[in-house]
């Protein structure tokens, strides 16, 4: 048994790490805000340490005593956050856990960086883990703020801190309280459907199965390694038309084509900027036109195979918003 920091661990991802820490017998202690909601942890028999990550005296309190830090918190909805917010939350934060990792001396921290900080490449195919991070930062904060803290990682790992970075890909699941992926299947389930599909694809992963990752990483990820995490790739025709079958409604039937995604985009920018508050942000529509695919045969051959089917997670994202009453059954179209 070890004694665990999860920060982020009231959150979509954190809260399954903290779950699976306390069935395999380990002492869990989350770094929360005072006003984190507690729903998907309440039942858990966990210690609370309330702070935040741009805190830093508050994460040397939490981390201290603690062998394993899981590190989850960052502002992962670039589309509806502050582009200074997110930067000071996912990079600063970062710098901040690391060090209060060194001060506790740490013997294992694991980063939830993301696939966002890998690089695409230009042909399409699956990028790995050596793919540098290569889209616009202006057209892809995220992606570029996850990319710095993960030089932050590198530092600290050079210092002699026992990092292991992971890079899930598209998360879906139950749980997903602040609707960042599972947007795409609460609107579809309220009657909010596009009428065109993006022409691009993306990888997509359970959330179990990226926290199971998270611990087996713990047990047995190689220091100074990054692991991108995915389970299947689907194109957003495909994907769209699971969400739209399992909700009930019908699929949109047009494609956008590639070459109107980069014009749509500037026009969503611009109407966005004149105050208007539209569904999707133009970083959004920019991406949907590319093929955001992964491979992930390095975290399966160190961590083993993911267990949940890309249409299984979204049954059971759907199902559990139907159980938590924040969207309303449809009759099947």
């Not at 017998?25 to 989350?30: K, T």
Request: hydrophobic share 50%.
């Amino acid at each position: 048994m070890v004694k665990a920091l999860v920060t982020g661990g009231t959150g979509f991802l954190g809260a399954h790490i903290v779950r699976l820490l306390v069935a395999a017998g380990h002492e869990v202690r989350l770094l929360r805000r005072a006003s984190s909601r507690l729903d998907l942890v309440a039942d858990l028999p966990v210690e609370h340490a309330l702070g935040d990550v741009t805190d830093a005296d508050s994460l040397h309190k939490a981390a201290a005593g603690c062998a394993w830090i899981f590190h989850t918190a960052a502002i992962a909805d670039y589309w509806r956050a502050q582009r200074a917010k997110m930067y000071q939350v996912n990079v600063e934060g970062t710098r901040n856990v690391l060090r209060a990792a060194q001060a506790a001396q740490a013997e294992r921290v694991i980063f939830t960086s993301s696939a966002a900080a890998v690089g695409l490449r230009p042909d399409g195919a699956p990028s790995d883990e050596t793919v540098a991070f290569n889209l616009p930062p202006e057209r892809f904060p995220y992606g570029h703020s996850k990319m710095l803290a993960e030089q932050e990682v590198a530092k600290a790992v050079q210092a002699g801190l026992p990092v292991v970075t992971l890079n899930p890909s598209v998360i879906f699941g139950p749980g997903d309280l602040n609707l960042i992926s599972g947007s795409l299947i609460v609107e579809p389930a309220r009657g909010l459907v596009p009428p065109f599909y993006p022409a691009g694809a993306v990888t997509a992963i359970d959330v179990r199965d990226v926290a199971a990752a998270h611990l087996a990483a713990a047990e047995r990820g190689a220091i100074g390694e990054r692991y991108i995490l995915g389970a299947q790739d689907a194109t957003y025709r495909e994907l769209f038309a699971m969400i739209c079958q399992i909700v009930g409604v019908r699929a949109p039937k047009l494609l956008l084509p590639r070459a109107l995604a980069t014009p749509l985009a500037y026009l969503v920018g611009a109407l966005s900027r004149l105050g208007l508050k539209l569904p999707v942000n133009a970083d959004q529509i920019w991406l949907s036109a590319r093929r955001v695919l992964f491979n992930s045969s390095k975290a399966r051959a160190a961590f083993g195979e993911p267990r949940i089917s890309l249409r299984q997670s979204l049954e059971d994202t759907y199902q559990w918003y139907l159980q938590h009453g924040l969207i309303a059954k449809k009759a099947r179209a």
